[in-house]
């Protein structure tokens, strides 16, 4: 049996950050090593081997960059939630848009005309979604809950959350010792988190029925902090209030005058503040009038759907999920808002020839599509004769291989892109990008099928 030589402290300079946000280490074979920085010289030990990198343990920054920074939080380098709270907010907005850049040259060999200034929000207390881990440690006698570690499966033993929204960044610690109160402690393994404007909903994943004695110790976490506590003990139809009436969650837009009811574990933007400034961007992008026909794929419960409702002649929004589906249509309803028609429909795969609502002509286009991307609808822009587009993209790699195929093979051209900082403090990049029909596409006259 072949012993590998112990682990030896190295030396050596920072050129970047992976996508992790560890600091890459070239020279020999490449060192991802947590916490460092660009510029920075440190001193790391290797302590997990793969074939082209090593992953490896920060034991001194030598030479620090100018741009690091005290973290806020106590946790950080122990709780897998942030990554970059270390590195000032004005470098790690810069180092997201060079991913972004990065991308584009490399994965779809494209470039924007322009470069969009970058939307910022709140760096601190933004979250109001999240999924945090649960676990009863006998070791301990208690339950922990929070993010997970870096590299690992073990619960961060934290104590508040800089980054979750109020209240619950402090509720941390307090629903821990809640969980060790109650008999089903060991099975209960997540919080859903759900912030609304006018309430906060904390979902329960439970293996096991409460207890009645638990369900008092429930009732009382409610009535002390302010929150609604929620039981799940399967899938999404099983979610239901500790006790009635159900909670009613609410964000609003207030630049259109719109309001949204979402429920404790549909998908919405996690930083309030940043979709404002995000969706106002949109709008302002594709350019909408009186006449504009627009076509919104993966719209959720209506997020921009209702907004560009509007700026816009008529809007069609089109989703995978029916029951987010039915919450977009009641949501046009409360608003007073006649213009927006929503559609279930698989998007990854689908048989848009069977479908009426995508043999339409359609002025405008927006994408919002999850992390894998949209390529599967792609040539759908050009057959109902989209003459601008708005792609936001949570994922710059599945971003940049769509726009390769947008300007490569269907002859759009990218008018700008931008990034907007929607999770501060972690490696997370969102993106948008404009695009329209390019020179040979607008010459053709193109028309779309009606």
């Known amino acids: 049996m072949t012993r590998r030589a112990p682990a030896v402290a190295e030396t050596g300079r920072v050129d970047s950050l992976n996508h992790e946000g560890a600091g890459v280490v070239r020279g020999g074979k490449t060192a991802f090593v947590g916490g460092a920085l660009p510029g920075e010289t440190v001193s790391f030990i290797r302590r997990r081997h793969h074939r082209q990198y090593d ?43 060079g991913q972004l850049r990065e991308n584009l040259e490399r994965v779809g060999r494209v470039a924007p005309l322009e470069w969009l200034e970058p939307l910022t929000g709140p760096q601190w207390q933004y979250r109001r979604r999240a999924r945090l881990g649960a676990r009863f440690v006998h070791a301990r006698g208690r339950s922990m809950v929070g993010f997970r570690e870096h590299f690992s499966s073990f619960i961060a033993d ?24 109650l008999a089903i402690r ?69 630049e259109f005058d719109v309001r949204l009811q979402f429920e404790a574990g549909d998908f919405i933007q996690v930083n309030a503040e940043l979709n404002r400034s995000l969706v106002g961007r949109v709008v302002d992008l594709l350019q909408l009038g009186a006449q504009s026909a627009v076509l919104d794929l993966y719209c959720g419960l209506g997020n921009f759907t209702l907004p560009m409702a509007r700026r816009a002649g008529s809007v069609t ?14 949501n046009a309803a409360r608003n007073g808002i006649a213009n927006a028609e929503f559609h279930s429909a698989n998007l990854a795969g689908a048989d848009f020839d069977a479908m009426p609502w995508a043999n339409r002509a359609y002025s405008h286009v927006l994408l919002d599509p ?81």
Not at 207 to 229: I, K, M, N, W
Not at 317 to 330: H, I, K, N, Q, S
């Open 55 to 97: 992953e490896a343990e920060l034991l001194a920054v030598l030479e620090p960059s100018p741009e690091r920074v005290t973290p806020r939080c106590a946790h950080f380098g122990v709780c897998g939630g942030c990554a970059l709270q270390h590195l000032d907010s004005a470098a790690q907005l810069s180092i997201k848009a």
């Open 158 to 181: 934290l104590q508040r959350c800089e980054v979750l929204a109020r209240p619950v960044g402090e509720l941390v610690a307090p629903l821990g010792q809640l969980l060790s109160g």
């Open 186 to 254: 060991e099975r209960v393994p997540q919080i859903e988190v759900a912030i609304a404007e006018d309430a906060v909903v904390l979902v329960l994943r439970v293996l096991d029925a409460p207890s009645a004695e638990d369900e008092q110790a429930l009732l009382a976490f409610e009535r002390t902090h302010g929150v609604r506590l929620y039981l799940q003990s399967g899938g999404a139809s099983t979610v239901r209030p500790l006790r009635e009436p159900a909670a009613t969650l609410e964000y609003s837009l207030p």
């Open 317 to 330: 929004g089109v989703e995978g999920e029916a029951a987010l589906v039915a919450r977009a249509r009641a």
């Open 370 to 450: 999850p992390r894998v991307g949209a390529r599967e609808v792609l040539p759908l822009l050009q057959r109902v004769g989209a003459q601008r587009v708005v792609y936001v993209s949570c994922h710059p790699g599945s971003l940049a291989r769509d726009l390769g195929v947008l300007v490569h093979e269907l002859g759009f051209e990218l008018l700008a892109a931008g990034v907007a900082d929607m999770f501060p403090q972690t490696t997370h990049v969102e993106s948008l990008a404009v695009l329209a029909p390019g020179k040979a596409r607008r010459g053709n006259g193109h028309k779309s099928r009606d």
